[in-house]
């Protein structure tokens, strides 16, 4: 039988285990640090929810679950697994919108499920770090998200991470800088996202298989090609006053946002950076690192997601996500030690099991990690085998001679020294010689 | 639009959020100082994973999933989600088992799915805590399982609870003390172990319609009914060579336990207790607690799971699992009071929003929990309004005239207290008078 998981997804042993709780406590506490509250949601929204909120690119990418119970296996689709963590926030903003505060700071961490082909750092199976600030104005907003995540990088060991920045307005004015009819805006905007990874000849391919006029494509390939290409853009989203306005934003944000950042950090104006969702609205960003091409976060301003599911009431929200596989992946790379799971076996001779067991409270009540020997056959040599492959620091055990004086056997693994020590005794010697955890 | 979430599935808010936090880190604890090391798996499993392995009754409610990519929409249901954390650590233990330490002690904390009928502590994503051994013995590593949930119920506040147990090898003695035909024992399992539930005629009544013998259907009934049913239940067991051995060695369970159960934990032996799912051979527990209908916690040994991915290797195993929700539950009835989101409220006096980020970044420099106020609007009153609804400790501002004087105003909300302090000494000021978090 395949005993892989299904593809896209992973299992996780304990060493990668512990690295990644190590991750998230970091940026818990981050988040906590920067006025951030919990909340999760559920694995799976009903259909409707989801639709119509990631573009034509991301909604083919929805796992549909069959609803099952009383209707059997004939039921339809009307459940998906969750595609990421902002729509289903503004849905419970929606709908709990008396008790939550405003603005309300939230954080969600958990998986997110996209039916997207495999690939280093692409996975069908991700994990989101997400905060958001709903009921927030630009800009203070998107400075408070973004520092909070270079905050949550920098306390992971990455140093040098670029924000990519622009905003959805800026992008629609260089579209109108291109003269091009609205009704096209979707669909070149889909296709100049893709320019880092096409580069300008990919771009210009697709806008023509798109039906974009000839003389627009040769406009826009001269400008993304050309070497001052955001300067280029630049200039024509300043054609007009909304794209001055827009441009002005985006400007401030960046401003108030440099001094926040470690120095490490820097921050770029991405013009045609789109980001495949739908729903962004104003300031967007990505997140790179430079020993990897794929974002390690990103996020922007959505102040019309909201008024979907609260019916018409406009609620402005900007957040952010951390890519946590992607971080895995770069911090991985530095490799840490983990420690063994138990500081302490404690062996089992013969039939003296209660003795064991007793022994194995004492140290827990003492906060000492232990376990007691349970596998199969008991001398003393395959158990002594089993604490060494477990890379525990001590093991201890209690014969009947030892019983008879009411003390115990203790063998440190690392030196080989062994000794007998009063039972009463034992926590203060192992206390005193096992490294603190 | 309708924005609950899908039935017998919970949004959790902050308040909640930071309690299940407070249940999460305290078994995590525990979990580590019984030597279990964490590991995960994705959601979802490949179908043939998952099928077989849950009985009649478990395998209906299994949530199915349609394959996405490539073949769109009209893709079979391949994918399900789990179940439980059993079968995906046997899946793991047969991929990696290489790499894995034996015994290996492992904990796995997540949500499973289950199309169940919701109702109170009733749900169909449900959050488990499971530690299993794998490659271990009876009895050792049933104690150590069962102590092991027993220090989470107690650490988190439940003191009385009562360990239901039971053993595969009792109940089949049983059956065969009614000189019932091997067939017909699966079937009359399932319909003893809704004893607690239905009563004696209950499943009397289900008898019947499973197709039982009439005489046997009475001698049962009558077992069920008596005041000392569970001692009935023993002696037929007696009745046979291997009926008393598989006593023997539950009785030996039950003495290894009791001295490292807390005092007011009790172990009661429950002979038709067969659990629901089909892969258990040994030893069975659920757990109870007197203010709750449903177990808190339940396991056994399941001997064979292993070996239908590993190839014919037999590889001993046995674990439990805590019901995190229903935990819940209890806990909540003591109803701690949780803290704020955030110590700190920066306000913003007009434009001098890069003032304000600087104090942030000041305080949280010092661990200080602290939010700038992203609001609309900006009047002092509105920003102290929005700090009061939030319960901060303290309201922050630099308006022009601190800034001149490179000072700040501070107010105290819980006494209302206002004072303007030195930019530099404001960090020692309200680390000297914020509670510690």
């Known amino acids: 039988m395949i005993t892989d998981p299904p593809s896209g997804t992973r299992d996780f042993l304990p060493a990668e285990m512990r690295m990644r709780q190590g991750l998230f406590r970091a940026i818990h506490a981050v988040f906590v640090r920067y006025g951030f509250e919990p909340i999760d949601t559920p694995a799976f929204e009903r259909l409707e929810i989801l639709m119509g909120k990631y573009g ?12 099952r119970g009383e209707r059997g ?19 419970v903003y929606a709908r709990y919108q008396n008790e939550l505060p405003r603005p309300f700071r939230r954080y969600q961490v958990g998986p997110v499920w996209r039916a997207d082909r495999p690939g280093r750092g692409r996975f069908r199976e991700l994990f989101q770090c997400d905060l958001d600030i709903v009921g927030a104005e630009a800009p203070l907003a998107e400075v408070e998200v973004m ?3 270079a905050q949550c990088y920098w306390e992971v060991g990455l140093r040098k991470f670029t924000f990519h920045v622009n905003s959805r307005k800026v992008l629609m004015a260089i579209l109108e800088g291109y003269q091009l009819p609205a009704e096209q805006h979707t669909s070149v905007t889909i296709a100049l996202d893709k320019v880092d990874k096409v580069g300008a000849e990919g771009v210009a391919k697709e806008l023509v298989e798109r039906g974009i006029a000839a003389d627009k494509v040769a406009t826009i390939r001269a400008d993304l090609a050309s070497t001052d290409a955001s300067d280029r853009a630049r200039s024509r989203a300043a054609l007009t006053e909304h794209g001055r306005t827009a441009l002005a934003e985006l400007d401030e944000i ?4 440099a001094p926040v950042l470690p120095e490490s950090a820097t921050i770029r104006f991405a013009p045609f950076l789109a980001r495949g969702l739908d729903y962004y609205t104003g300031c967007i960003f990505e997140i790179y690192h430079p020993d990897l091409p794929l974002a390690i976060g990103a996020g922007g301003r959505y102040d019309n997601l909201l008024a979907s599911f609260a019916e018409d009431k406009s609620i402005p929200a900007c957040g952010g996500s951390l890519g946590i596989d992607r971080v895995m992946l770069l911090v991985q790379q ?3 030690t983990t420690p063994a799971r138990s500081q302490v076996m404690v062996g ?6 209660e003795e064991a067991l007793a022994i194995a409270k004492r140290l827990r009540r003492s906060e000492i990690s232990t376990e007691v020997y349970c596998g199969a056959g008991g001398n003393l040599g395959k158990q002594l085998k089993a604490a060494s492959q477990l890379k525990v620091q001590a093991f201890v055990m209690q014969g009947p001679d030892e019983k008879a ?9 690392a030196t080989g020294k062994q000794e007998t020590c009063k039972l009463a ?3 203060r010697l192992l206390a005193a010689t096992l490294p603190q955890t």
Chains 1, 2 share one sequence.
């Open 73 to 91: 296996e004939q039921a339809e689709a009307d459940y998906a697994l969750r595609y990421d963590l902002t729509v289903p926030l503004s849905r």
């Open 348 to 353: 089992v001779f013969g039939q003296l099991r």
């Open 334 to 336: 530095s490799n840490q």
């Open 147 to 149: 520092s909070a995540l």
């Open 254 to 257: 960046s401003r108030l946002l």
């Open 405 to 413: 004086q009411d003390s115990v056997m203790v063998k440190f693994l």
């Open 425 to 427: 005794d034992l926590t």
């Open 56 to 67: 034509e690119e991301g909604e083919k990418l929805i796992f549909k679950i069959l609803r």
